[in-house]
């Protein structure tokens, strides 16, 4: 019975045979410790572990030395760093695996602890209010400089570099991390953005970032090899949360999304109850909301359990679903699935950084 799950059977996403539509969402876990910040030892065990998912979907990795906004998350912007992924891929593919990077830039949620001194840039001069871990401790994000024309296209051209590395260490595809308060949501905001130019303004303009970055990679990878992920709900501890408008934008995302033929849209329900809020509109048909415009592969994420997977897939309001906190506990999480075996629960004390305790010594479960 459980081999007929709609959860474990395969999906065709592009020109991808998943094995199963169950996903491995992106974990921060900050075991990049080494000044090249590039994958180690650990890395290598810790994705081939999990490489029974349908697809693999890496920790968040800088596409630059300019994109670091905390410590110990490796980069794709380097020769060692590339090198040292494609032990990850070489692995995870030897398990028949499937593995994208997910590309990352922290935009003016970093600190000048990370370049030298000199100030991290966002769409505007306007601190975001979060907090970030740098090397010299935990510390509060301060006020940016402001991006000129020219450095937001050096930006983009950056991700078309991490693009191109991402292919040689042999990644599937990619996604971009459009989600939370990192540098896309910078500019989709109209807290954080406002400039005045061809990206600030008008919704079109806010969002001009992430077409251009997806028109740069899509020069390396074809758009069926590439995913964008959103949080719309992301109710962030500083100043960008949803605002008057982030429901239409979105929905002019989404729409205009369609002609790029994508892997998949990633999209983050929300962690809070929406009622009051901006978002109130979308309490009861968040992810039908949002199917409803997409046409495309979704993605759904945030707290599924193998039931409401089953379920949000059956009725059509998502091809795939990921997991996150499931997968740090349970290497083995799609044979639990299929054997109905229970959960592993996860240490938090070993979420964020150490060594192999806390993320490649958890057991496979045996039947």
Known sequence: MKNQEILLTPYQMGDILLRNRVVMSSLTRCRATNTDLAPNDLHV???????SAGLILTESTWTSERAVGFINIPGIYSKTQTEAWKRVTDAVHAKDGKIFVQLSHSGSVSHPDFFQGELPLGPSAINPQEKTFTPLGFKDTITPGEYTAAQIKETISEYALAAENAKMAGFDGLEIHAQIYTLIPQFLSEVTNQRTDEYGGSIENRARLLFEILDAVKDVFSTSRI???FTPSAFNPGIIKPETHTVAMFDYILDKLNSYHLAYVHLVGPAVDLTGTHLDILKVNYFEHFR??????LMANLGFTQESANTIINNGTADLVSFGTSYIANPDLVQRFEQNIPLSNADHDTYYGGEAKGYIDY???TV
């Open 292 to 297: 409803s415009i997409y046409k495309g592969t």
């Open 45 to 51: 065990e810790y994705y081939a572990q999990r490489a």
């Open 363 to 365: 057991p496979f479960a």
């Open 227 to 229: 995913g964008v992920k």
